[in-house]
Nanobody
């Protein structure tokens, strides 16, 4: 059983930056592919980025060039560096874990954190 805890959300002006963290416990972190998803108020959850245990990455088109996903297997942690934030990035951001390969589909992730709110003001 893997437990995930996100942190680092907050309020930022458009054009600003935030760094989200996801701390994992209860499992062998390097066994898991990790992902970030987000859900804006009144909208469906959407894929943001994912990283495999070998650090292969995948990004949603909407965040390419602005967001960077990374992981530190020794610290059992994953990060999302978000630059040039836009109001449309406002959402609750969730980290998620699944065994083996990365996926863009939320239903394929077994473990989820509680989420952290990111609000970008215009």
């Amino acid at each position: 059983q893997v437990q995930l805890v996100e942190s680092g959300g907050g309020l930022v002006q458009a054009g600003g930056s935030l760094r989200l963290s996801c701390a994992a416990s209860g499992g062998t972190f390097s066994n898991y592919a990790m992902g970030w998803f987000r859900q804006a108020l009144g909208k469906e959850q959407e894929f943001v980025a994912a990283i495999s245990w070998t650090k292969m990455v995948n990004y949603a088109d909407s965040v390419k060039g602005r967001f960077t996903i990374s992981r530190d297997n020794a610290k059992s942690a994953m990060y999302l560096q978000m630059n040039n934030l836009k109001p449309e990035d406002t959402a609750v951001y969730y980290c998620a874990a699944r065994v083996l390969t990365i996926s863009t589909m939320s239903r394929e992730y077994r473990y989820w954190g509680q989420g952290t709110q990111v609000t970008v003001s215009s």
